[in-house]
């Protein structure tokens, strides 16, 4: 299963990103999504999740107020748009389909990983 992000890019503090993640309707259409980021040498995070339906968004303590995540059942897109962008957001970001209907924090709880996308904030 291949899930497609793109948006990725080089933004200097204080701007703006928008990633896109296209996920085959087959595997999502029922499922939660969620965004994942992991920066050099440090571990896989949490960023968004949101619920087959796009509900229920929740947001790791770090980007809440400055990401917001969406979904488009219709166009089988995902989307994480970022404003207020700081160098400590650099990372690769990854979409994910959850396990179940419901979003969540956990990594464990996601099924299809997509390849990632680099998001590199200068100061």
């Known amino acids: 299963v291949q899930l497609q992000a793109s948006g990725g890019g080089l933004v200097q503090a204080g701007g703006s990103l928008r990633l896109s993640c296209v996920v085959p309707?087959?595997?999502?259409?029922?499922?939660?999504m969620g965004w994942f980021r992991q920066a050099p040498g440090k571990e896989r995070e949490f960023v968004a999740t949101v619920n087959w339906r796009g509900g229920g968004p929740y947001y790791a303590d770090s980007v809440k107020g400055r990401f917001t995540i969406s979904r488009d059942n219709a166009k089988n897109t995902v989307t994480l748009q970022m404003n207020n962008l700081n160098p400590e957001d650099t990372a690769v970001y990854y979409c994910?389909?959850?396990?179940?209907?419901?979003?969540?924090?956990?990594?464990?709880?996601?099924?299809?990983w997509g390849q990632g996308t680099l998001v590199t904030v200068s100061s």
């Open positions: 994910a389909v959850a396990s179940g209907s419901a979003g969540t924090s956990h990594a464990e709880g996601y099924q299809y």
């Open positions: 309707r087959r595997i999502a259409s029922n499922n939660g």
